[in-house]
C-alpha cells in the first residue's frame, strides 16, 4: 500500500496553469505506475493521464492532450500534473492514484490507492 498526498490546486483564470504534485509514501514508488483523474460536480470520476512506473511513457485523455504533462520523479517519489491553458471545462477534484502494474490503465477500478485530492476551479 502507498499513501498519497495531492497539493497545488486552487483558482486561476482561463488561459493560466497549475502544476499538481502527488507525494507518496509507503511502498518502493517506482514500482508503481501513476494516474491522475478528476471529478466534476455532478460527473462521473474521468481519467486524466497516466505514466508507467519503468519507461516513463505517458497517457492522456483527448480533452488535455498538448496542454497537460503528467510527469514523475522517483527520487522524490512525485509524480506531477502540469496543466497549461486552463479551461472552465477543466474545473474538478483531481485525484492521483497509484497502481501496482506494469502498464497504465485508464480505468480507476484497475488502480489501488487514492489521494484525497485536490480542488482546481478555473474561472471565464
Known amino acids: 500500500q502507498v499513501q498519497l498526498v495531492e497539493s497545488g490546486g486552487g483558482l486561476v483564470q482561463a488561459g493560466g496553469s497549475l502544476r499538481l504534485s502527488c507525494a507518496a509514501s509507503g511502498r518502493t514508488f517506482s514500482s508503481y505506475a501513476m494516474g491522475w483523474f478528476r471529478q466534476a460536480p455532478g460527473k462521473e470520476r474521468e481519467f486524466v493521464a497516466a505514466?508507467?512506473?519503468?519507461?516513463?511513457?505517458?497517457y492522456y485523455t483527448n480533452s488535455v492532450k498538448g496542454r497537460f504533462t503528467i510527469s514523475r520523479d522517483n527520487a522524490k517519489n512525485t509524480v506531477y500534473l502540469q496543466m497549461n491553458s486552463l479551461k472552465p471545462e477543466d474545473t474538478a477534484v483531481y485525484y492521483c492514484?497509484?497502481?501496482?502494474?506494469?502498464?497504465?490503465?485508464?480505468?480507476?477500478?484497475?488502480?489501488?490507492?487514492w489521494g484525497q485530492g485536490t480542488q482546481v476551479t478555473v474561472s471565464s
Open positions: 492514484a497509484a497502481a501496482l502494474r506494469p502498464v497504465v490503465s485508464t480505468q480507476d477500478y484497475n488502480y489501488d490507492d
Open positions: 505514466i508507467r512506473r519503468a519507461t516513463g511513457s505517458t
